[in-house]
């Protein structure tokens, strides 16, 4: 059960984190200015299991929508926006509000008051909205990178061991890395090395040494003249076919499909600051 209340806490401070970050705060600004609709991140609810982007509509006909936030394949967040009806006010449309409400036995009095809020909910064009999810959809790719980089940087009372083996790690990438070296570079056993690093970071050694490679060659990959095998091992990988089958597993595409998604700019440029 500790455990447990633990790993929520440290999903919480996480979604808090990316919450607050440069990148979330303009893009929420941003996207409110042009369309008027909220924008909110949280993270997923135990019992929820949103694997894609998902619009709610309620009996009143107020319409809530969740696009997930990936890192690889898991969605770690969800993007909330809606609070908004895509039919104008008139008897017809609170028709079916109204009829709910008196099947729960509610009074006349409930039904008026219910009525003028009704009449109050803002009301948006059907291909405005489905434009602003648009936009939604292509931020949620760009808030995924920013949150894979956020997950390397994140964890709970970090050892000092472990902070100093990612300065390692990362001062290293390009060279041959055992366990066995890293530990020994910040003088702890491996057996306590490989212990306290899963549970700061959530990975294990090779996974992490392998994301962090992955990410290097992500920002590598953004440059057109670099080549792919020449990317796969300058970032210390030591065949180019371990290098796509590791892209491929923690981004779920290929280098060559992320290289060609982020030239044909599916994720919109925002300064970040």
């Known amino acids: 059960m500790q455990t447990t209340t633990s790993q929520a806490h440290g999903r919480q401070r996480f979604i808090e984190t990316l919450s607050e970050s440069d990148l979330f705060q303009q893009y929420q600004r941003a996207f409110h200015t042009l ?6 991140l949280r993270a997923q ?3 929820e299991f949103v694997e894609t982007l998902v619009t709610h509509q ?8 969740l696009v997930p936030v990936r890192v690889g394949k898991n969605p770690v ?9 895509l039919e104008p006010a008139n008897a017809h449309t609170f028709a079916p509000l109204a009829n709910a409400l008196l099947d729960d036995d509610r009074s006349a009095q409930d039904v008026r008051t219910a009525q003028v809020h009704f009449q109050h909910v803002p009301v948006m064009e059907p291909e405005r909205y489905e434009a602003a999810l648009a936009l939604l959809r292509s931020f949620a790719l760009q808030l995924g990178e920013s949150a894979h980089r956020l997950l ?8 000092d061991a472990v902070r100093n083996a990612k300065v390692f790690i990362h001062a290293h990438l390009a060279e041959p890395m055992t366990l066995d070296a890293v530990a020994s570079a910040v003088n702890v056993s491996p057996f306590h090395f490989c212990k306290i690093f899963k549970r700061a970071t959530g990975l294990t050694f090779t996974d992490f040494v392998n994301r962090a490679r992955v990410e290097k060659a ?7 003249a670099a080549r792919i095998t020449e990317v796969a091992y300058d970032v210390g990988f030591q ?3 371990h290098f796509n089958r590791s892209f491929r597993r ?7 499909e992320y290289r060609g998604r982020m030239k044909d700019g599916h994720t919109p440029c925002l300064a970040v600051a």
Not at 35 to 40: D, N
Not at 77 to 85: I, K
Not at 218 to 224: E, G, I, T, V, Y
Not at 250 to 256: H, L, Q, V
């Open 35 to 40: 369309t008027g609709l909220p924008l909110t």
């Open 45 to 47: 609810g135990d019992m």
């Open 58 to 65: 309620s009996v009143s006909g107020v319409v809530e929508t």
């Open 77 to 85: 967040a969800l993007l909330q926006t809606g609070g908004v009806r």
């Open 152 to 159: 390397f940087a994140h964890a709970t009372h970090e050892p």
């Open 218 to 224: 992500k920002r590598m990959l953004m440059k057109p």
């Open 239 to 241: 065949s180019l076919s």
């Open 250 to 256: 923690i981004a779920s595409e290929s280098p060559t």
